[in-house]
């Protein structure tokens, strides 16, 4: 083994690679083996275990390393590891394998990545899990919800034998194997480095934090950002990579390293921070920093955080040695005004009054183009922040309808839609009810599966319309609840969304019954009609509540406008 692969890089490195002739025997051999097509999370596993990353694993758990791992840290024979990597499947996959068997291991475009050696197949008891990895099985742990809800009931546990990585074209200089940096390391001299783990972009209490820590332990730098799978709702890895390297230069020149990391994180906290100090180990690291609530999901509804704000710092402090990382335990940062400098909590000097700015509070001051100030972040960092989440009165957003057939969803949208393009400044899409039926949903019919896909196709296409600064408005019945809601859930995180009940009573609708539905629907002529022979469920959670009864059409678009103006999505500021 060349000799940059050895300490003080990381200590031995698994190659799971197969040689060009194997590669061949193994994609021959695999036209008689059945396929999994990874997913988001398995994609990013795959990787690590293939690069190195995770040694000293050499595939996924079987059940002899899993439990243990789950119950006390260790693999079997007794080494370190706290966090079970495993091949989940459901039962139908699973039901068609036994030990002995091989797996293709395929990327979504069906690349055979890697072969597994079925070892093991067995349903897991994942509460077990849950309670063992995340100290809880309360759902609202975004680790615990993914293993209940996303994560199959079986797994699959054997060798890798890997036949090529999966393809990046994001960033690729900067997404280096361990092999790669600890020879980017040699090469450099840098003999002791100190590695930053973060999920979230950097700013100035970063850089301090980074910087103090450098200089304490005399070591070098490597920020080390995740981007693989982060919490729900983290800022995405293509803005924070943006951020990162717009921050580089502000570092003292030739001390500090970028470099970016395809985890899929849990959130396990104390449990997690092990497993990232392993982790940069096998990358060639000598020193890994933990702060507060370090890889930690913050609090449960009620308030209570799921670990405490050192408890990671605690587990490290434990097995340190065992890995061969010195951890640098660091206090959070805060920003002290009379000083204008940075310094960790518990040194602020008393009767200073000392700053800082939630990731909650910074989404705010973002989405209503507020201030976001120079002592907080750089003025090139914030400008790369305001790039991918401009204020609302330039984001897209989605107007969406419900009510009865007759109840004036149509005519209101229209109205809604002269108006929005009046004011111009965005593109404007009108997705009503029958254009749909007519153009998306031809084929479908108005049984519950056939309305719940139709507002599912109408939602996408909203999503897509608001993800990219336009306005959708949509006016469809969409009786049912449930898909509402998951529309909703769908567009909320690229823009706005507001939902607008149409709650013009039944008897009003069929009074008017400008089609004459309501009457071939009495008469049994139309089968399945909403309000007559088919449910609708009136939403609890709309934001605007309309009743065209004594409503112009134009008052009653004058009310969404007004809740539109009242959030900052339209308004005197969307001429800016
Ligand atoms: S849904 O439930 O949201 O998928 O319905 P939608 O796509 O909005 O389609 C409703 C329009 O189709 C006509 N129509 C019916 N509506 C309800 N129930 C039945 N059985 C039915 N059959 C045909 C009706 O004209 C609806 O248009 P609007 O504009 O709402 O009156």
Redo the contacts with the bound molecule.
């Keep these: 083994m060349p000799n940059h692969l050895n300490p003080p890089h990381g200590g031995v490195l698994v190659d799971l690679m197969a040689d060009p002739q194997r590669q061949i025997e193994l994609k021959t051999a695999s036209r008689d083996w059945p396929s999994l097509d990874l997913n988001e999370r398995q994609l990013c596993d795959l990787e690590l275990l293939l690069n190195g990353a995770f040694s000293p694993l050499t595939g996924f758990l079987t059940r002899r390393d899993y439990e243990p791992v789950v119950k006390n840290m260790r693999l079997a024979d007794g080494t370190l590891w706290p966090i079970p990597i495993m091949l989940d499947a459901g039962q139908e996959l699973a039901q068609t394998l036994s030990p002995g068997d091989h797996l293709a291991l395929r990327d979504p475009e069906g690349v055979m990545l890697a072969v597994l050696h079925v070892e093991d197949v067995w349903k897991p008891d994942k509460r077990a899990e849950a309670t063992g990895v995340f100290g809880t099985d309360n759902p609202e742990h975004p680790g615990v919800a993914y293993l209940m809800q996303r994560t199959g009931d079986w797994y699959i546990g054997g060798r890798l034998e890997g036949l090529t990585l999966p393809a990046h074209y994001d960033f690729k200089p900067l997404r280096l194997t361990p092999a790669e940096l600890r020879a980017d390391l040699a090469e450099l001299g840098w003999r002791r480095v100190v590695a930053f783990q973060t999920r979230n972009p950097m700013h100035r209490a970063h850089q301090e934090l980074t910087l103090r820590a450098a200089r304490e332990v005399e070591a070098n730098l490597l920020i080390h950002p995740v981007v693989g799978m982060t919490k729900p709702g983290d800022i995405d890895h293509f803005t924070r990579v943006r951020c990162y390297q717009a921050l580089l230069p502000r570092y003292p020149h030739n001390t500090v390293k970028l470099s970016l990391l395809p985890l899929a994180m849990r959130m396990a906290g104390p449990r997690e921070a092990v497993w990232h100090a392993i982790i940069r180990k096998n990358y060639g690291c000598t020193h890994f920093i933990v702060g507060r609530d370090h890889a930690g999901p913050g609090s449960d509804s009620s308030g209570k955080p799921f670990y405490g704000p050192y408890e990671a710092q605690e587990l490290v402090r434990q097995v340190e040695k065992e890995i061969g990382v010195e951890m640098v335990p660091f206090k959070m940062m805060v920003y002290v005004e009379d000083k204008d400098a940075y310094m960790p909590v518990d040194e602020v000097p008393e009767g200073s009054r000392s700053l800082s700015i939630s990731g909650t509070e910074l989404r705010q001051r973002l989405a209503e183009g507020r201030d976001i100030p120079s002592w907080f972040t750089y003025p090139e960092v914030a400008k790369e922040l305001r790039r991918s989440h401009p204020p609302r009165n330039k984001q897209g957003f989605t107007v969406f309808f419900t009510g009865l057939?007759?109840a004036g969803?149509?005519t209101v949208a229209r109205v809604l839609m002269i108006h929005f393009l009046e004011m111009g400044g965005r593109p404007v899409t009108l997705l009503d009810?029958?254009i749909?039926?007519k153009n998306l949903?031809s084929e479908l019919g108005?049984s519950k599966e056939h309305?719940d896909l139709?507002?599912r196709r109408i939602g996408f296409v909203a999503s897509e319309i608001t993800k990219n600064g336009g306005i959708a408005i949509c006016a469809?019945?969409?009786?049912y609840d449930a898909v509402r809601k998951e529309v909703r859930a769908m567009i909320e995180p690229l823009g706005g969304f507001t939902l607008v009940h149409v709650a013009t009573p039944l008897e009003v609708c069929e009074q008017r019954d400008r089609?004459g539905?309501y009457a071939k629907?009495r008469a049994g002529i139309?089968?399945?009609?909403?309000g007559i022979s088919?449910p609708y469920e009136a939403p609890d959670d709309a934001e605007v509540v309309l009743d065209t009864t004594d409503m112009t059409p134009e008052e009653a678009a004058q009310a969404v406008i007004l809740h539109l103006e009242r959030l900052g999505y339209v308004g005197s500021r969307s001429a800016e």
Aim: charged share 30%; hydrophobic share 35%; net charge positive.
């Design positions: 057939s007759g969803k149509s009810g029958d749909v039926r949903s108005f309305r139709n507002i469809p019945i969409a009786p089609k539905l629907a139309i089968k399945e009609f909403t088919d």
